[in-house]
């Protein structure tokens, strides 16, 4: 595994960060913890949960993991949005969607895991409760800290917030009250880039940030300051859907997937290519920085931790051939 030193932050960390978005939610406890120990025993020390995630249980069970080795681990967390309000049906329903789901992933029946999670994100999307406020956010952090079986977090962000609803800079006040008080080593936002790029503009206080930027979205090209502050991204496999893609489109143009193999020097006429290919291009974009992945199967952990152990390739000729895939995909997805 590679390590940098995070601009900005006394952080160093792994190039390679773990999403904790789905634990407790897709994956039940056994399996979180399970997955969050195979990606520390590759070398990865990033995990980066929020106060909503897994239905407001991912914290927690990272704490679980984190306990005896606190000062080894980068934890990350985000305040802002709040997990829907606990539900007894939904415990008693949670295990058995997952064995569902697990049951149609393993047998290829793509529609029906598509309609499943379909729903449930229309359902989380329906529950999701921003709130921008002091009161909730400390309330959120002392809630988050317990969970964590923690003092401090190593970055705090404020999650998906728009520029607007932070910009009387209170939030971020309180963020630097935070900071100051030792509960957290950096403070940040996690939002879309057009956000980012306002914040970082009116507050020079923000230290960190994380946004999305994989081979169809590049939004680390628009991003200001990105040499003074630390800059993780997420979303490399563009939440899978990338790979479905990219991988279509490779079957489809044989001899284009060959002559590309050829220049990238990776086998992009199978799926682990194609997945090496993304999470290549999202390390070698942001060479000083953090790139999580959500990877929950243990032959992703170790594949994925494989392609952050070696340094990202030349940049101009790895570029030029990305920009023709990626002009490729986006041509296929219009004649469709
Ligand atoms: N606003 C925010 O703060 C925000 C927004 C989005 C994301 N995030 C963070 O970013 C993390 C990652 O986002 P995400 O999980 O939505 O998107 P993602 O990392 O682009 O996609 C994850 C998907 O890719 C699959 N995958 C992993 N490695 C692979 C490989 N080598 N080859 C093929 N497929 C592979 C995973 O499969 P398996 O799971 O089955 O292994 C999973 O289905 C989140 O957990 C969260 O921490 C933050």
Avoid at 52 to 68: D, I, L, R, T
Avoid at 89 to 109: E, G, I, M, N
Avoid at 135 to 145: C, Q
Wanted: hydrophobic share 40%; net charge positive; aromatic share 6%.
């Amino acid at each position: 595994m590679r390590y940098v030193q995070l601009a900005g932050t006394d952080i160093r960390c792994s190039v390679l960060g773990f999403g904790c978005a789905r634990l407790m939610g897709r994956l039940s406890r056994r399996q979180s913890l399970r997955a969050l120990a195979a990606a520390y025993e590759q070398g990865i020390t990033v995990f980066d949960t929020a106060r909503s995630y897994g239905w407001g249980e991912s914290e927690a069970v990272v704490g679980e993991f984190a306990s005896g080795k606190r000062d080894r681990l980068v934890l990350i967390t985000k305040l802002g949005i709040l997990p829907p309000p606990r539900n007894r049906l939904r415990q008693f329903l949670k295990p058995l969607v997952r064995s569902v789901l697990s049951l149609a992933t393993r047998h290829r029946l793509t529609t029906v895991t598509g309609a499943i999670r379909a729903q449930i994100q229309q359902r989380v999307s329906s529950q999701v409760q921003r709130h921008y406020d002091l009161e909730t956010a400390r309330r959120s952090l002392d809630t988050s800290l317990k969970a964590l079986r923690t003092d401090y977090v190593d970055v705090l962000f404020i999650h998906a917030p728009l520029y607007e609803q932070i910009a009387d800079g209170k939030l971020l006040d309180y963020l630097s009250e935070v900071l100051r008080a030792g509960k957290a080593r950096a403070i940040g936002v996690s939002t879309d880039i057009d956000s980012t790029n306002r914040l970082l503009a009116a507050f020079p206080s923000l230290q960190v940030v994380q946004i999305e930027n994989n081979l169809l979205n590049c939004h680390l090209d628009a991003l200001h300051r990105k040499d003074q502050i630390g800059v993780i991204t997420n979303c490399p496999f563009g939440r899978q859907l990338l790979v479905e893609n990219l991988t279509q489109l490779m079957s489809t143009a044989p001899a284009k997937a060959s002559e590309w193999s050829k220049e990238t020097g990776i086998d992009l006429c199978s799926a682990d290519g194609v997945g090496k290919l993304l999470l290549t291009y999202a390390l070698a974009t942001n060479p000083t920085g953090v790139v999580l992945c959500g990877m929950h199967q243990v032959e992703h952990i170790a594949r994925n931790a494989a392609v952050a152990s070696v340094d990202p390739p030349a940049q101009t000729a790895f570029q030029r051939v990305v920009r023709d895939i990626r002009e490729a995909l986006v041509e296929r997805t219009c004649s469709n």
